[in-house]
């Protein structure tokens, strides 16, 4: 039974929603926003204040660069300015590897635009993959750069641009190529006057920064941090005309005599300057350097000859500085030999009684070595000494060989009558020249000279002879280019020749060979006021003819005659008919 003092319990109701507190939640969000505004302030004053020069310099490093700007080298010109070596602007192809890699496809067709072997192309691209810059080709040509070109807007290929350089070029090729040597491919000089002024034709690049693209190209020129540098010119003594002249001469004798070389060098007599330097066999610097050190040789200045007869006309020297002789001192050359202790000196013939003129004239080596009796060792040795032999020059030519000449104290007394017709003495064509160039210049020794001397410029020189002893053996060296000496066929119509043959037997290992000879001839013209003095040597002629009359003599006379004609030297002894007419430079 329910209890009637309960009260029944009435029905739950359900509760009521609370409503959420909004401005909390706005507070904790606006609290929120405020921190990451801070936190991005913050992030943003440490980026522009704090982290500037390292974040500039991170971008920097992504599109800025530093560039060279390609300077040239010194031009190389003759006296008359015409250019002997000039650098001209060429194009260099370069790559990025890492992204050649991904393209290694296109690598056989890269190397045949560039007339490379592929394999080793890949081989190279591969090796150097880790890398940002490899050159693919230096200074290519023209087809090689379009065809790049055309490779690269049809494949789309990325990673191989272009860069400007400079290639050195040279006009005259294998005429200068001995003198003026060439450069490497970084541009220095390996060879000749390239290698010997160096430091002054060298260029220095100058620095630029540039803005590139992804693709590495330059878009933009930001600054200018260092200006380029161009080398200095440098103007040579020598004269193109002459030196093409020579060259034809030199080389045409060299093969009609079969010859295995020959050197030419010509000087002017009043200021030592080298006019004509020229050699065989020669060299092209502008092709592959595949010739070897045998062909780029400059044998003018590195190569000596034993000189044979061309000393005679110095060995007279002597004697009549000293007073010994006279051109119309008789010396007695029969019977065509002359003992010197247990050795013979012997002549081509047997000349019998000579003047000291007929000596040179007819080159006797019997009646030189009496002469060279008369006077003491010293005598002889110190004119020699004194001329330049057994010393370089002092043109400044890299390989210059001193030639030798031994201390008359060690001279035996055979040895001082070898000396008297040229051997046992070795000199260089460019000594012989300066040699017989002062004779030329009335006994003074003047230094000589690759580059040219300013116009008028007084040249300080040494006395070796006296004015007198030196026109005296002119004269006399005048009769060896007449009818009655060995060198008929260095005769100019209208000029009086001065000059000597030489004909030296060649040394070998095992002493002098047989039918290896130099044959010699070194001369000057006018002979009554020389302007310009030659030597010409050819090397080994392999046909019947070997003596430097027959040999060296035309070549003399054929050069020696355009010479004098370039240089507008008046004919000192011409004909009646130049007379008449007026021609030479003489009747108007």
């Known amino acids: 039974m329910a209890n009637p003092s309960r009260r029944p319990r009435r029905p739950l109701e359900p509760a009521k929603p609370r409503r959420p507190d909004i401005g909390l939640r706005r507070r904790l969000l606006l609290m929120a926003l405020a921190v990451a505004f801070v936190l991005l302030g913050a992030g943003v004053f440490y980026r522009q204040v704090v982290e500037t020069d390292f974040l500039q310099t991170e971008g920097e490093r992504r599109y800025l660069r530093v560039a060279e700007i390609a300077a040239r080298r010194g031009m190389i010109s003759d006296r008359n300015g015409e250019p002997l070596a000039v650098s001209t602007p060429v194009e260099t192809v370069w790559a990025d590897p890492r992204k050649l890699v991904e393209r290694l496809d296109v690598l056989p067709e890269l190397a045949r635009a560039l007339d490379l072997e592929p394999q080793a192309l890949r081989e190279r691209v591969l090796a150097k993959s880790d890398r940002g810059f490899i050159y693919l080709k230096r200074r290519v040509d023209f087809d090689e750069a379009r065809a790049v070109r055309e490779l690269i807007a049809r494949e789309r290929l990325g990673g191989v641009d272009f860069e400007t350089e400079y290639r050195r070029f040279y006009p005259?090729?294998?005429?200068?190529?001995?003198?003026?040597?060439?450069?490497?491919?970084?541009?220095?000089?390996?060879?000749?006057?390239?290698?010997?002024?160096?430091?002054?034709?060298?260029?220095?690049?100058?620095?630029?920064?540039?803005?590139?693209?992804?693709?590495?190209?330059?878009?933009?020129?930001?600054?200018?941090?260092?200006?380029?540098?161009?080398?200095?010119?440098?103007?040579?003594?020598?004269?193109?005309?002459?030196?093409?002249?020579?060259?034809?001469?030199?080389?045409?004798?060299?093969?009609?005599?079969?010859?295995?070389?020959?050197?030419?060098?010509?000087?002017?007599?009043?200021?030592?300057?080298?006019?004509?330097?020229?050699?065989?066999?020669?060299?092209?610097?502008?092709?592959?350097?595949?010739?070897?050190?045998?062909?780029?040789?400059?044998?003018?200045?590195?190569?000596?000859?034993?000189?044979?007869?061309?000393?005679?006309?110095?060995?007279?020297?002597?004697?009549?500085?000293?007073?010994?002789?006279?051109?119309?001192?008789?010396?007695?050359?029969?019977?065509?030999?002359?003992?010197?202790?247990?050795?013979?000196?012997?002549?081509?013939?047997?000349?019998?009684?000579?003047?000291?003129?007929?000596?040179?004239?007819?080159?006797?080596?019997?009646?030189?070595?009496?002469?060279?009796?008369?006077?003491?060792?010293?005598?002889?040795?110190?004119?020699?000494?004194?001329?330049?032999?057994?010393?370089?020059?002092?043109?400044?030519?890299?390989?210059?060989?001193?030639?030798?000449?031994r201390h008359y104290s060690d001279w035996r007394v055979f040895e001082h009558a070898t000396l008297a017709f040229g051997y046992g003495l070795s000199v260089t064509t460019l000594q012989l020249a300066q040699a017989y160039a002062t004779l030329a210049a009335d006994g003074i020794k003047r230094p000589v000279t690759l580059l040219r001397r300013e116009p008028g410029a007084a040249v300080p020189g040494t006395r070796v002879l006296s004015a007198e002893t030196a026109r005296t053996v002119r004269a006399m060296m005048e009769q060896v280019v007449s009818e009655k000496g060995t060198a008929r066929r260095a005769a100019i119509a209208g000029y009086r020749v001065a000059g000597k043959t030489g004909t030296a037997k060649k040394a070998g290992p095992n002493g002098y060979a047989g039918r290896r000879y130099q044959a010699v001839f070194a001369g000057f013209a006018p002979a009554e006021r020389p302007r310009l003095v030659m030597v010409v040597m050819i090397d080994e002629p392999g046909g019947k003819s070997y003596y430097g009359g027959v040999v060296a003599a035309p070549v003399f006379q054929k050069v020696m005659e355009g010479a004098l004609r370039l240089f507008n030297v008046p004919p000192d002894d011409p004909p009646p008919s130049m007379l008449l007419s007026g021609r030479g430079g003489l009747g108007l």
Not at 274 to 293: C, E, F, H, I, T
Not at 384 to 399: A, M, Q, S, W
């Open 172 to 405: 005259g090729a294998e005429v200068f190529g001995h003198v003026i040597g060439f450069t490497d491919i970084e541009d220095r000089g390996q060879e000749g006057i390239e290698f010997a002024y160096d430091a002054q034709l060298q260029s220095e690049p100058g620095l630029r920064r540039v803005i590139r693209d992804g693709r590495k190209r330059i878009v933009q020129e930001v600054e200018q941090l260092r200006p380029p540098r161009q080398g200095t010119d440098l103007v040579l003594s020598l004269d193109r005309r002459l030196q093409f002249l020579a060259y034809r001469e030199l080389l045409a004798a060299v093969r009609e005599h079969e010859a295995v070389g020959g050197t030419l060098v010509a000087l002017d007599v009043d200021t030592g300057e080298v006019l004509a330097m020229v050699n065989q066999p020669g060299y092209n610097p502008n092709a592959l350097r595949d010739g070897g050190s045998e062909r780029r040789r400059n044998r003018c200045v590195t190569d000596v000859i034993e000189p044979g007869s061309t000393v005679k006309p110095l060995v007279v020297a002597a004697a009549l500085e000293r007073g010994l002789i006279t051109p119309t001192t008789e010396i007695d050359t029969e019977p065509g030999y002359f003992r010197v202790g247990r050795n013979l000196v012997r002549d081509v013939h047997d000349y019998g009684l000579l003047d000291v003129t007929g000596v040179i004239a007819k080159s006797s080596n019997v009646g030189v070595v009496k002469i060279a009796q008369m006077m003491e060792y010293a005598d002889l040795w110190s004119l020699y000494d004194h001329l330049g032999f057994g010393r370089v020059t002092g043109v400044g030519f890299p390989g210059e060989s001193p030639g030798n000449l």
